[in-house]
């Protein structure tokens, strides 16, 4: 593959140094890496591949395609929306990890196991979807093609690291019996039911995001789904228990051998994965599952998986490897 030159836009917060750790480990094929942040990190040094790399301040003029052709973008909505566009217009494609064009009809949101086939030849924005949402749609576009879907519903249970290092900050704070400074609530031993804003229908704005991404991945806008989504004084690592119904008759032993044999997937037919084994890798882990005899043609399916990888940084990178294959 030939190397190209890549961008990381927020290279210095959670997410961003995780993109730094997966370019190595995935062995990306990468010329120049240029490291952008805001003003106060202007100078930071971090070291790439041994080589010591000066992280510089993010403007539209650092948005040189002449110096690489592709951003990884991590430093939240308002800086994506102010600045991808701008990187787009110039030819360089950009992987946005914010919320910020996820829902945009005209953005294609990749998880690359599962649709990939939804970037065309000139698109210069593709969207990450949220983290809790990546690690569910494997597993749900495995169950779409074997027996169809007619409902999901979501329970998570999502670590601080999913808000970036003021949220593990929040949770060592007020582990020490500490006044919380970013959660409304001390999340150590707690959970909170509340991930981002309230919306008037009730949901929070990070449960909102789960059903209309769901849909939007799967192809499926009439997809009955709901979520409800609790923070949880775990470091790293998002859970999530599914419980899903399908159009035609459910045979889970069936499920069970597909699932055991998808690329990207860790089944467990006996015990069960945790946070703790999905955190530091890529695999989405998945156990628990069972009938729900509660409803027809419906299971219980519990899954974890590192939300700053897989979640976001690994996802990303795939996306980008896809690209490198198909536009080189
Ligand atoms: N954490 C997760 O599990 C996760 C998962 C999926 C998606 N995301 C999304 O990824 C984004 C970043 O999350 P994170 O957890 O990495 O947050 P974070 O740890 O708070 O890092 C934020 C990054 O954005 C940079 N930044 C902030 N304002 C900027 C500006 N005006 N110009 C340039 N750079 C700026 C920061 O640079 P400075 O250090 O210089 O301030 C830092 O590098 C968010 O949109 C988040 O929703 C996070």
């Known amino acids: 593959m030939n190397k190209i030159n890549v961008a990381i836009v927020g290279a210095t917060g959670m997410v961003g140094r995780t993109f730094i750790q997966v370019l190595e480990d995935l062995e990306v094929p990468i010329g120049e890496l240029t490291l952008l942040a805001s003003e106060k990190s202007a100078g930071k040094k971090v070291v790439f591949r041994g080589k010591v790399l000066t992280v510089e301040t993010l403007t539209e003029e650092a948005l040189d395609p002449q110096r690489f052709q592709y951003a990884l973008f991590s430093a939240g909505a308002g800086v994506s929306l102010r600045f991808a566009p701008v990187a787009a217009s110039r030819g360089i494609t950009v992987i946005d990890n914010s919320s910020a064009f996820r829902m945009d009809p005209q953005i294609p949101l990749v998880v690359p196991e599962v649709n990939f086939s939804a970037v065309g030849p000139q698109d210069h924005l593709i969207a990450n979807p949220n983290c809790s949402t990546i690690q569910c749609m494997l597993a749900l576009k495995v169950t779409q ?118 690329e990207g997937l860790r089944f467990y037919s006996e ?47 795939q996306i980008l490897m896809k690209l490198m294959e198909e536009r080189a």
């Not at 059903?211 to 989504?229: H, N, Q």
């Not at 015990?271 to 084994?277: F, I, K, S, V």
């Not at 156990?287 to 729900?292: A, F, H, K």
């Open 271 to 317: 015990g069960y994965p945790t946070a703790r084994d999905a955190s530091g890798q890529d695999l989405v882990l998945l156990g628990r599952m069972r009938r729900d005899d509660s409803f027809p043609n419906t299971f219980h399916l519990w899954t974890v998986a590192d939300n700053i990888r897989k979640g976001a940084a690994t996802n990303a990178v």
């Open 145 to 262: 093609e074997l027996f169809g879907l007619s409902r999901v519903l979501y329970t998570t249970y999502q670590a601080v690291s999913g808000s970036g290092y003021r949220g593990v900050e929040d949770l060592e704070r007020t582990l020490k019996g500490e006044a919380p400074q970013f959660y409304p609530q001390p999340i150590a031993d707690n959970c909170l039911p509340h991930i981002d804003v309230f919306l008037d229908s009730g949901c929070t704005k990070e449960e909102q995001k789960m059903m209309d991404e769901t849909r939007k991945i799967l192809d499926l806008p009439g997809l009955p789904v709901s979520a409800t989504c609790v923070r949880v004084p775990v470091k790293n690592g998002h859970s999530v228990a599914m419980n899903v119904t399908t159009e035609k008759p459910l045979d889970l032993p069936l499920l069970a051998k597909a699932l055991a044999s998808t």
